[in-house]
């Protein structure tokens, strides 16, 4: 063979729609496969079946990006200037806030870059091949296209394959498609328009064979299989910055531009009307700079996200990345894979229909054997209703699978669909073991996608023969002559089973019958002529992957809190309509398949997006555009998932989720957030406190910056009117680094607002600082200046020591701090009331905390000569009092008027 006559490596080709023969052909290979020299030749051209290797970003590059903020680098400009000038102390503080601020950072992030080595560990790690016509093992890494390789149950599929022979093969695809069932696989072609999930020819990498055996040609190793797509899409996917993120920057450089501007006209009109030497404006530009740029609130906000994550994690959801905590308070959509996710992944009999009338339903969710059998809400007798207690043993003996109790979980090895008919067997009273002991096996009729049945014989010890048969319905009433009634067998009637099938069926339900047919003592071997005809139909049986419990009330929540949820599966139609209607998800008509996203443009899917909540059938890239055009509607997208096909949308989405217990690590590594229990409901919670979190971060926001704001102010103040600075710039930065930032990181603890999840998601498009942020923090600023600064001036016409009149000034300045702590509790509601005032213990031990460093900063003899300070009287201090708590009482009127006017223009709109 040579390797000439195409390009094994083009993946244009639709392997699924072609003749297995003829695939064999494209790739020059045979049944027998490849020689190993022809092996080794494309091995070497065409490279090894891995994934590339990622590129890292190096710890270092990780660690200085965190210096890229425009206020990092005015604070390290200031840092410069004071050194410049000898002052050391001040150098050293600052350069000391930014370099933890860096560590802080670099190590929240340092897990940000493994998804793609996730999806390298994936890969199958031995294939057995045909090699020389030789049957062989080698790593999976050496496969090649044009390859032969033998899958049997239980391997993971190593390559994509084109399936040339089959036997009963059964692939689980829901980690790549999202179907919750392993696939029926045929060798013959599907349309070449078929989707992902429909190409049945096909075995693709990742994959896991969970029954039969089979035989395909590689036809794309590497990052040309379905995987290594994924792969690449996930590699390409930009990660969006988080709103948060977004604004600070937007904030940062504004408040950049302001500062510059005020430092330059402050140090111009002082040398224009005061004749000061370049050497002390340089040194009160300084001050000003550290006074107003508040360069705790990198560190507030990290910590205050931090904090955020803790609570998040105690609610059982696992943040990656600390920004994502804000984001969530914002998001308006989640993008929901059902499969694991709002269902449990285990399939569920829920009904069973006998003849005439008998229909039953099954309660019990999972494989957990604990259920009953109810008929128009009562409690089902089986002496009444024989017929179950024959159906319950055909549905345990006709069975391959196994149910076992591990660590007080019932844990299925086997086909999903036949541990649901165990579980029902043993709801019916039936024990497997005794069932099995008492009816042992003589022989069986594997289930084959041609025949779409499986049939077992069994003998009891008195030699008594019965056949039992379970399969697709329509194939079933065809075999069927009679139908069980009570203990009686009648003709079948057809027309009422198929009634009862399409019913079942149009709730979603997966249909499954059973029949049985008595033989004699001497019947050893089964055959197809046996069981073809003349069957006795005992029912048939409705199964679902259910619901988790409590999914349906978290969508509620969500909905009463402004979040659209829509559902995202691999499923038909039929089943995603059912599942979404129990849930309310959608309106319980409109489905969007993947067909149907394939045949439109990007602008046509954002036409619809907003209106259809259930997506049927979708692949990688389907999910990805979903994701992509509710974007571009405006939407902050959450995105939950657990399977490899979910990482792509999990990545770009604002706010990827994974599922902590049955994700794929390639989710997890994909996602910002993590559900430690897997459940829906944590989402719900962690929304909660993403916008609890938003709104305390607000309030350190417009706590600091009216300090900060007031600080300048009393700066420039000074400067205009030629006085002595009242605050030395070392005295700045002990106010900023041990008072606001203390104070602010109070405001991390506050807890969630009664209404939070009653209100709208946050528009990302509103500005961080309002205009009546604004407006508070200016307010607050001049109340600050004029009492700090109008002290130090009293002091001084009382002809005290300027070392004395600063210690009063910075003492105002931390006491303004304190009281105004409280009214930053609450952004709009009153403070003037035992919650406000007492409901966060925090600030009480931060205040009764300060106080202390206070009386230390005054009194203590170290502490005087660092900073140029002096003891007062008692008479200073009820002065400090005086001045500083009517702050409290000023802003707490502001609330009042604001409350009032808003109440006020809220009526005349009615």
């Given amino acids: 063979m040579n390797s000439d006559r195409v390009d094994v490596k083009d993946s244009a080709f639709k392997w699924h729609a072609m003749e297995h023969q003829d695939v064999l052909t494209q790739v020059t290979s045979s049944q027998q496969g490849l020689t190993q020299l022809e092996a080794s030749k494309r091995l070497s051209e065409h490279g090894r079946n891995v994934l590339p290797e990622p590129k890292i970003r190096s710890s270092l590059i990780r660690f200085l990006s965190q210096f890229h903020n425009i206020l990092i680098y005015v604070l390290l400009g200031a840092a410069l200037i004071t050194a410049l000038l000898g002052h050391w102390l001040d150098t050293s503080v600052i350069i000391g806030v930014v370099v933890i601020n860096a560590f802080i950072g670099f190590i929240q992030e340092g897990k940000a870059e493994d998804a793609l080595r996730a999806i390298k560990k994936m890969l199958s790690p031995q294939a057995v091949v045909s090699r020389d016509g030789k049957r062989i093992t080698i790593p999976a890494e050496e496969l090649v296209v044009g390859d032969v390789v033998y899958l049997q149950s239980g391997d993971k599929v190593p390559a994509d394959l084109r399936l040339i022979k089959i036997k009963n093969l059964q692939i689980q695809e829901s980690a790549l498609t999202g179907e919750s069932m392993p696939v029926d696989k045929i060798t013959a ?121 803790q609570r998040m994690a105690a609610r059982k959801a696992i943040i990656r990345r600390l920004p994502a905590v804000e984001t969530l308070g914002a998001v308006t959509v989640i993008c929901s894979d059902k499969t694991g996710t709002l269902t449990r992944n285990e399939m569920t009999v829920t009904n069973v229909v006998t003849a005439y009338g008998g229909l039953f339903d099954v309660t019990g969710v999972g494989y957990d054997p604990h259920g009953d059998f109810s008929s128009a809400d009562k409690e089902v007798d089986f002496n009444v209703h024989p017929v179950l ?38 709801k019916a009273g039936m024990i497997p073991d005794f069932e099995h002991e008492s009816w042992p096996r003589t022989d069986v009729i594997p289930f084959e996608s041609e025949h779409q049945f499986m049939a077992t014989l069994h003998h009891n010890h008195l030699g008594k023969g019965v056949s039992y048969i379970k ?368 409901g966060n213990r925090y600030a009480l031990m931060a205040s009764a905390l300060l106080v202390l460093f206070q009386l230390a900063f005054t009194y203590t003899s170290p502490m005087q000569k660092l900073f140029d300070t002096v003891a007062l009287d008692a008479f200073t201090w009820l002065l400090i009092i005086l001045v500083s708590s009517s702050v409290l009482f000023l802003v707490e009127f502001e609330k009042y008027v604001v409350r009032k006017l808003k109440h006020i223009n809220n009526i005349s709109h009615i």
């Fill in 189 to 309: 072609v599907v349309d070449d328009d078929a989707v992902i999930g429909d190409r049945i020819s096909m075995a693709y990498s990742s994959t896991l064979v969970t029954y039969g055996q089979g035989t395909g040609v590689v036809v794309a190793t590497a990052s040309d299989t379905e995987i290594g797509l994924i792969s690449a899409m996930l590699s390409q996917v930009e990660t969006l910055t988080t709103p948060l993120i977004s604004k600070m920057a937007e904030f940062a450089r504004l408040l950049t531009g302001i500062i510059i501007v005020i430092a330059v006209l402050t140090m111009a009109l002082g040398v224009w009307l005061y004749d000061y030497t370049i050497a002390e404006l340089f040194l009160a530009a300084v001050g000003l700079a550290i006074a107003a740029i508040p360069e705790g609130l990198p560190a507030i906000m990290t910590i205050t996200l931090a904090i955020g994550v």
């Fill in 389 to 426: 207690n024959e159906l319950s043993r055909a549905a345990i003996l006709c069975n391959d699978a196994v149910l076992k109790k591990q660590n007080g979980d019932w844990l299925l090895q086997g086909d999903p669909t036949e541990g649901a008919l165990i579980a029902l067997g043993m």
């Fill in 471 to 838: 399969g697709a319905p329509e194939r079933i009433f065809v075999m069927s002559k009679f139908q069980r009634v009570g203990l009686k067998d009648e003709p079948i009637d057809l027309a009422y089973w198929q009634q009862q099938m399409d019913t079942l069926a149009k709730n979603g339900q997966r249909v499954l019958a059973i029949a049985t047919k008595e033989t004699h003592a001497e019947h050893r071997d089964l055959n197809y002529s046996d069981v073809e005809n003349d069957l006795t139909l005992l029912g048939i049986v409705g199964m679902i992957d259910p619901p988790r419990e409590d999914v349906s009330e978290a969508i509620k929540q969500c909905q009463s809190a402004g979040i659209r949820v829509k559902m995202i599966t691999g499923d038909h139609s039929v089943t995603a309509l059912a599942i979404g209607n129990k849930m309310n998800i959608g309106d319980g008509c409109r489905v969007l398949t993947g067909h149907d996203i394939e045949t439109m443009t990007d602008d046509d899917l954002c036409n619809v997006v907003d209106d259809i909540d259930i997506y049927a059938r979708s692949s990688p890239e389907h999910k990805l555009r979903l994701v992509k055009a509710l974007q571009a509607k405006g939407h902050v997208v959450a995105m939950t998932g657990d399977g490899v096909n979910d990482a792509p949308a999990l990545k770009r989405a604002d706010v990827g989720v994974a599922m902590g217990k049955n994700g794929t690590e390639v989710a997890k590594e994909a996602s910002v957030m993590v559900l430690a229990d897997d459940n829906f409901t944590s989402i719900v919670h962690a929304i909660e406190e993403g916008r609890t979190v938003y709104e305390n971060l607000k309030k350190a926001i417009i706590f600091i910056l009216p300090s900060s704001g007031g600080e300048a102010l009393v700066i420039i103040a000074a400067i205009l009117l030629g006085q002595t600075l009242p605050i030395t710039p070392v005295q700045i930065l002990w106010v900023n680094m041990i008072t606001t930032v203390t104070l602010a990181l109070v405001l991390a603890f506050e807890p969630a607002e009664s209404s939070v999840m009653q209100r709208p998601p946050r528009n990302t498009n509103e500005p961080l600082l309002t205009a009546a942020l604004l407006w508070r923090i200016v307010f607050v600023s001049f109340i600050l200046m004029l009492g700090t600064f109008g002290l130090f001036i009293w002091e001084r016409s009382q002809n005290v020591d300027l070392e004395y009149a600063r210690t009063v000034a910075v003492n105002t300045l931390v006491m303004f701090e304190i009281f105004y702590l409280f009214n930053s509790r609450y952004i709009t509601g009153s403070v003037l009331n035992e919650a406000g005032l007492l």
